[in-house]
């Protein structure tokens, strides 16, 4: 009996929980945009104007009145104002008293002010509760309902009752709260929707260095070298046999560079004997930003994989099979199928293959969409496991492609190796720490360290 009353109580709507009238200082994109939405969402909303006239743009079941007038009405006012006008608030400091102030500003860049805006309407009005909230959000989408980049909006106040209030509207919206604490975080707030990928600066430099480096090495070896010693012009390499080189080359070093910081941080907790100390700051910056150096690895797999697909048409390659076939007609003599070579080329094909499909289940994974559908042990699983096996398979396709080029002295054009060797370095060093790892002796305490054990405790932080 308790439990069907308790069904239907769950079923039943709740009539009491009315909205409250919500004031927006503000008739520009945003504050309409925002406007609109609360208003579908079941918020009676009333708009502060220096104008009171009624225009097309404002949503048609809104009101429009002054200032003060507005204010009056409702307990929660959003300032969809920039901060330089802001000062048209302090006559209105009695009638905003004890009010909650939602600020949404941003600023043209990091940094603008020594406070945040937030801060700064706090210090104006210091009778009313300010809050943080919206400034992630664009007018655009809201308006278009797009929402699916931008669901997240970022919360701050030191009034946890007025920081309620305003994340009840966020929820009412179909957007998700999070609290960011007090208005102290409103800074980084207001800095987030200005940062240009910050994640992604060291990966995307990273990969501009080591493209730079790459490709003027290969150039030296293979179109260089060639000119100068052999008078030949393989100037062509440069549209696509050079770019097919280093793109491999890439994604296997930046592969090997998403779980090297890993074995480091594994070889500091065994030498300190505790996980309570923080790693170095270039490491924490480096283990961050692994998930972006692995999708930066898997674009040059990609870009590999197609140019790989149009090497049977290329001019070059033709012109190579039929002087070939040309010329066993003329010796009238057949070479007979060397069945090495033919397992060499069978094998590194299929790593190939392997490697990049785990490379792309990896990357699939890496996807909120996907990742958050997973448990922790999935996850690791997949990013762990299937990572280092990744790695191991592609350094395998690159050492089955590349390794007649160890032993083979005349090949070193200029003393130097060929760039698939110095791909190999990375790769290798990482296999064989993890390797070294894994050995029970190391294995165990470094689960047991991992688990919050500590060789000497007094070294805890």
């Known amino acids: 009996m308790t439990k069907n009353s308790s069904n239907i109580m769950a079923l039943s709507p709740n009539t009491s929980n009315k909205r ?43 009101e429009v009145l002054s200032h003060a007038e507005a204010a009056q009405k409702a307990a929660i006012i959003i300032i969809a104002l920039q901060r330089q006008h802001y000062n048209f608030l302090i006559p209105l400091a009695e009638v905003l008293h004890g009010k909650v102030l ?94 240009l990928f910050p994640m992604w600066k060291f990966p995307i430099f990273l990969s501009l260095g080591l493209t730079a480096f790459f490709f003027f090495y290969c150039l030296a070896l293979d179109v260089i070298y060639p000119y100068v010693y052999q008078n030949k012009d393989f100037s062509f390499f440069i549209v696509i046999s050079i770019p097919n080189r280093i793109c491999p080359i890439l994604a296997l070093i930046l592969l090997a560079l998403v779980y090297l910081p890993g074995v480091l941080a594994a070889i500091i907790q065994l030498y300190r004997g505790t996980k309570y100390r923080r790693f170095p700051d270039w490491l924490d910056k480096w283990m961050l930003c692994r998930k972006q150096l692995g999708l930066v690895a898997l674009a040059f797999a990609s870009v590999h994989v197609l140019y790989t697909l149009v090497i049977p048409i290329r001019s070059y390659v033709r012109w190579r099979i039929s002087s070939h076939t040309i010329s066993q007609a003329l010796n009238n003599k057949t070479e007979p199928l060397n069945t090495t070579n033919a397992w060499l080329s069978d094998s590194y094909v299929a790593l190939g293959i392997l490697g ?40 395998a396709h690159t050492l089955v492609y590349g390794g007649k080029w160890f ?29 070294v790892l894994i050995f029970p002796c190391l294995d165990k305490p470094l689960t047991q360290i991992r688990q919050g054990w500590e060789r000497n405790p007094k070294y805890s932080e």
């Open 20 to 62: 409250e009238t919500v004031c927006i200082f503000g008739t520009g994109d945003f504050g309409r945009a925002l406007g609109l939405k609360m208003i579908q969402s079941g918020y009676p909303v009333v708009f502060g104007s220096r104008s009171t006239q009624t225009s097309s743009l404002i949503p048609k079941d809104a």
């Open 102 to 195: 939602v600020d949404v500003s941003n600023n043209l860049k990091i940094n603008q002010y020594p406070e945040s805006n937030a801060e700064y309407l706090s210090q104006l009005l210091p009778g009313a509760r300010v809050v943080k909230a919206f400034n992630t959000v664009s007018a655009w989408a809201l308006q278009s309902g797009t929402l699916d980049a931008s669901r997240q909006v970022f919360v701050c106040g030191d009034d946890m009752e007025a920081k309620q209030m305003v994340m009840d509207i966020v929820r009412a919206v179909g957007l998700t709260p999070l609290d960011k604490g007090s208005l102290l975080a409103a800074q980084e707030i207001e800095n987030y929707p200005l940062q």
């Open 356 to 395: 990049f499909f785990f490379f792309f289940l990896l990357g699939i994974t890496s996807l909120p969409s996907v990742s958050n559908n997973v448990n922790w042990r999935e996850f690791r699983f997949v990013q762990s496991k299937l990572g280092y096996l990744t790695l191991i398979l592609c350094t």
């Open 407 to 435: 032993l083979n002295l005349s090949l070193y054009k200029w003393y130097l190796p060929h760039a698939y060797m110095l791909s190999l370095i990375v790769p290798c060093i990482v296999l064989v720490i993890k390797f």
